[in-house]
């Protein structure tokens, strides 16, 4: 099974910028995923929920309602990645951030997805 890592968290103002990357590692047989990825957000006292998401080929993207508009996801096979480009950050954005490889039905539900990374932190502060 491919390993999966998260990059690009950090600390920065309302109202700025970051791009997060998820990168599949291994030395042969490698790719992202087969299927659709998606990114994930857990904060502190609170369950994981769905951000975004992105088909095979990347001609279909799926969003949260709380972040349309202001993130943007996107996936390059070639190079077994894939980004979310998070623009106009708010407070409430503030979480771990998780990539993963879609294996069941729900796009937009935690359960159908396996082959989790480690989480990127985000803190957007007021």
């Known amino acids: 099974q491919v390993q999966l890592v998260e990059s690009g968290g950090g600390l920065v103002q309302a109202g700025g910028s970051l791009r997060l990357s998820c990168a599949a590692s291994?030395?042969?047989?490698?790719?992202?995923?087969?299927?659709?990825m998606g990114w994930f957000r857990q904060a502190p006292g609170k369950e994981r929920e769905f951000v975004a998401a992105?088909?095979?080929?990347?001609?279909?993207?799926y969003y949260a309602d709380s972040v349309k508009g202001r993130f943007v996801i996107s996936r390059d096979n070639a190079n077994f990645t894939m980004t979310l480009q998070m623009n106009s950050l708010k407070p409430e954005d503030t979480a771990v951030y998780y990539c993963?490889?879609?294996?069941?039905?729900?796009?937009?539900?935690?359960?159908?997805?396996?082959?989790w990374g480690q989480g990127t932190q985000v803190t957007v502060s007021s």
């Open positions: 291994g030395a042969s047989g490698r790719t992202l995923s087969s299927g659709a």
């Open positions: 993963a490889a879609q294996n069941g039905v729900y796009i937009r539900t935690a359960q159908s997805y396996y082959n």
């Open positions: 992105i088909s095979w080929s990347g001609s279909s993207t």
